[in-house]
């Protein structure tokens, strides 16, 4: 059981790490096609859920397309750099004062623009660390899960009492895309051969809070679970 909510146990929405050990198996065992395909993937699941917790925090204004550039670019940077899980402050920070890998990716004629175009999503980003959401995401996974265990439970009752929509909604994606996580890194072991194939049920209660939280998370939420059937 990993219980979600301010004093409790944090959930890194930036922490890939069943899929990056999973990917480190395969690499190991030869799969290289594989083990690139897995890393690609977690990326992108990153960034997907990252800019979706970014828009609960906004009340449903959208990540805009030059600000998830941004946020790319700054989980390309600390993959590029060998930081396995970076936090949201790490994110911060590296916006604050960006690399070249940044900057770059950015594509700001100077630094000043860099600073001016960047400061809404900073803004964002430092709600999420001082704001509703204060030590739900703002730090190292404390819990990991198990992938052992015969079942997992992640209790969000604490922040449900509350009664705060928000956090309930980014609560919710967070717990979705790292429970996906664990059963994408376990299918690419079984499909490889280096682990027995696992079927896995997902139960994901309270769907409807998540879904009325901000406009778009239909479509966030879409993506997020488009993988069961698999």
Do not use: C
């Not at 600390?78 to 070249?100: C, H, K, Y």
């Not at 690419?188 to 051969?193: D, I, N, P, R, T």
């Amino acid at each position: 059981v990993i219980t979600l909510g301010r004093g409790q146990d944090v959930i890194n929405p930036l922490d890939a790490g069943p899929i990056r050990r999973a990917a480190e198996r395969l690499e190991v065992a030869g799969f290289h096609d594989e083990a690139t395909q897995l890393i690609a993937e977690a990326a992108g699941r990153r960034l997907a859920l990252l800019t979706a917790i970014v828009t609960v925090g906004r009340s449903g204004q959208p990540v805009l397309p030059g600000e998830e550039v941004m946020l790319a670019a700054a989980i390309k940077h600390f993959d590029e750099t060998g930081e396995a899980e970076p936090t949201i402050p790490d994110v911060l920070e590296i916006l604050r004062n960006p690399s070249q890998i940044v900057l770059g990716s950015a594509e700001a004629q100077t630094r000043e623009e860099f600073d001016q175009d960047s400061k809404p999503i900073r803004q964002s980003l430092s709600l999420m660390l001082n704001g509703t959401l204060k030590g739900m995401f703002d730090g190292k996974t404390t819990n990991p899960i198990d992938t052992n265990a015969p079942a997992i439970e992640i209790d969000i009752s604490s922040i449900a009492k509350s009664g705060e929509e928000t956090a309930i909604s980014a609560a919710m994606l967070a717990v979705w895309a790292y429970g996906f996580g664990v059963v994408d890194a376990s299918m690419a072991l079984s499909e490889a051969g280096l682990e027995p194939a696992k079927n896995y049920i997902a139960v994901l209660d309270e769907l409807w809070r998540a879904l009325r939280g901000a406009p778009g998370l239909v479509d966030r939420a879409d993506a997020l679970t488009r993988v069961n059937r698999a």
